[in-house]
């Protein structure tokens, strides 16, 4: 079963996630998991530009460390980069110990190129957290889950559906996942270009987390 929005039902028992932005009402929040990667980080980056959208980056620790270039490019460009790990680890499958390490290693990178914010924002790979977890993350993070989920990952739902899914349930305060990985590369290429058109012809406006 694919949930492109979260069910309110879940919302309401993890009051300490943060899954919309509440304020705005016409300000959308577009995040993109994984990057940053060769090529595919950069196509998004202009295509942000071309609509004047700002959005938020949770970065793979270990990409960071590869491709410092592109970190730092995407904050020259007025975007912001949160926390996904170091290694895209499950927290499910992990220690709490071995967890926090694992995000500490990643946020030491981040802040090698982005001025440190208090709180920290994360979000943890596949969803998957511990409460335990929660307990301990949220004294330093920000934990920022999402309220549309663009299946850009999938294959069994072709690109236009999974569009006007999103297209659908997206509304003022919508914290939206796409990918910034080559799994996703294709449908997110058709997806985004028609998602920024589609919103910016209605008037809203595409923000970064805490701006």
């Given at each position: 079963m694919h949930f492109y929005k979260t069910p309110a039902l879940l919302k309401s028992l993890t009051k300490k996630l943060y899954w919309d932005i509440k304020g705005g009402d016409r300000d959308i929040y577009l995040t993109f998991d994984d990057g940053p990667i060769p090529g595919l980080t950069e196509y998004?980056?202009?295509?942000l530009d071309a609509y004047?959208?700002?959005?938020?980056?949770f970065c793979v620790g270990d990409n960071v460390r590869k491709y410092p270039e592109i970190a730092k490019n995407t904050i020259l460009r007025g975007h912001r980069l949160g926390n996904h790990t170091f290694n895209h680890v499950k927290g499910w499958q992990s220690s709490s110990v071995a967890y926090l390490d694992n995000i500490k290693k990643c946020q030491h990178y981040i802040d090698l190129y982005q001025p440190v914010?208090?709180?920290?924002?994360?979000?943890?790979?596949?969803?998957?957290?511990?409460?335990?977890?929660?307990?301990?993350?949220?004294?330093?993070?920000?934990?920022?889950?999402?309220?549309?989920?663009?299946?850009?990952?999938?294959?069994?739902?072709?690109?236009?559906?999974?569009?006007?899914?999103?297209?659908?349930?997206?509304?003022p305060g919508s914290i939206v996942v796409f990918h910034d990985n080559y799994k996703a590369e294709e449908k997110l290429k058709y997806m985004l270009p028609r998602f920024l058109s589609h919103f910016k012809e209605k008037g809203f406006n595409f923000k970064k987390i805490g701006q």
């Open positions: 998004i980056l202009d295509m004047a959208a700002k959005a938020t980056f914010s208090e709180p920290a924002i994360f979000r943890p790979p596949y969803g998957q957290i511990t409460p335990g977890q929660i307990a301990l993350l949220s004294t330093e993070y920000h934990i920022i889950m999402w309220d549309v989920l663009a299946y850009d990952f999938e294959k069994k739902h072709n690109a236009q559906k999974s569009l006007d899914k999103i297209l659908s349930k997206t509304g």
